[in-house]
Nanobody, 118 residues
Framework: QVQVGETGGGLVQAGGSLRLSCTVSGGIVSDYVIMAWFRQRPGKEREFVAGIGRISGWTWYEESVKGRFSISRDYLQMNNLNPEDTAVYYC????????????????WGQGTQVTVSS
């Protein structure tokens, strides 16, 4: 059984940086081929942030975070944060390449809160 966990959330001032870590364990190689970060902002639906191919290392990003966020297989580096980035951030693993759709991801962490103050 694949298990996903996140760490690294917290409170940061606007313009600051945070690094969120994602740990995926268990299962077999074919259980997941992509990893991604999603977020749920207050009062909003959960939305895609960034994804990476587990083997290829190919990355894709939501438009508003391009140039500010960087995803690797182990973490999400977030720079130049602004209050609109305040959300619960989730790491997820799935099998559909390049997906931005949360239903394509089978395994989810519990989420970590990121709060950006103005």
């Amino acid at each position: 059984q694949v298990q996903v966990g996140e760490t690294g959330g917290g409170l940061v001032q606007a313009g600051g940086s945070l690094r969120l870590s994602c740990t995926v364990s268990g299962g077999i190689v074919s259980d997941y081929v992509i990893m991604a970060w999603f977020r749920q902002r207050p009062g909003k639906e959960r939305e895609f942030v960034a994804g990476i191919g587990r083997i290829s290392g190919w990355t894709w990003y939501e438009e508003s975070v391009k140039g500010r966020f960087s995803i690797s297989r182990d973490y999400l580096q977030m720079n130049n944060l602004n209050p609109e980035d305040t959300a619960v951030y989730y790491c997820a693993a799935g099998r559909r390449p390049n997906s931005r759709i949360d239903t394509d991801y089978n395994y989810w962490g519990q989420g970590t809160q990121v709060t950006v103050s103005s």
